[in-house]
């Protein structure tokens, strides 16, 4: 059997800048004076727990968003 070619594969390259995009929830979490108190409250919550969720969607939302700018179209 015959051996492909390396320069007839594709390279995938992972250098958009899009993912830069993805150190957003790494850090926003690790900056504790946007979390270290207790008002204002949401729904009796105080601002440490309903903030964990709000990081939660961030990371989640900031995810989409690089896998959809930086997908292959075929």
Do not use: C
Not at 8 to 15: A, F, H, I, K
Not at 27 to 51: K, Q
């Amino acid at each position: 059997m015959a051996e492909p070619d390396v320069r007839d594969t594709p390279r995938r390259t992972d250098n958009s800048p899009w993912n830069w995009l993805l150190i957003v929830p790494i850090v926003v979490p690790l900056i504790t004076p946007l979390f270290n108190h207790d008002s204002p409250r949401l729904l009796g919550f105080p601002a440490f727990y309903w903030l964990q969720f709000a990081f939660l969607l961030l990371g989640v939302g900031a995810t989409a968003t690089v896998y959809n700018r930086t997908k292959r179209r075929r």
